[in-house]
């Protein structure tokens, strides 16, 4: 069964080839990736590789676990699954209540002429 295998701190040049490349050492790499920005197109500095043999993931994970690449240190761990995402798009979530002050009736009418106009509530 396949293995994916989560690579982080990446340094920004690097490639899928160079992914493929350095796990390649330890058995068949069924893919690479490194995952880049959407609206620029610039690595975002980590990626994935999944490998055909769970051994050979297992002895890539524990060789290139903090392992220099660029004169960066590498974070080599098993992937975990996505986590469910809203499909609606947007973040920020959902708020709950509503707007105070915009008409509807008051809990307590206030009576705004003669000497309450001065008064602060």
């Known amino acids: 069964m396949a ?3 989560y690579v982080g ?6 490639t899928e080839e160079d992914l493929r490349q ?10 690479a990736q490194v995952i ?24 890539a994970i524990e060789a290139l676990n903090g392992f220099e690449h660029e ?3 590498l974070t080599v761990n098993e992937a975990r699954p996505r ?7 947007g973040g920020g979530g959902h708020r709950g209540g509503g707007g105070g002050g915009y008409g509807g009736p008051r809990s307590s009418p ?5 000497t309450d ?3 602060r509530y």
């Open 83 to 89: 986590e469910e995402r809203d499909p609606v798009g």
């Open 36 to 59: 880049s920005d959407r609206e620029t197109g610039r690595s975002r500095g980590f990626g994935f590789v999944e490998m055909a043999n769970d051994e050979e993931a297992q002895k």
């Open 3 to 5: 293995k994916n295998i």
């Open 110 to 114: 206030r009576n705004f002429s003669g």
């Open 71 to 73: 004169s960066r240190p």
């Open 22 to 31: 350095l796990f390649a050492q330890y058995g068949v790499v069924a893919r």
């Open 117 to 119: 106009r001065g008064r």
């Open 9 to 14: 701190n990446l340094a920004w040049s690097a």
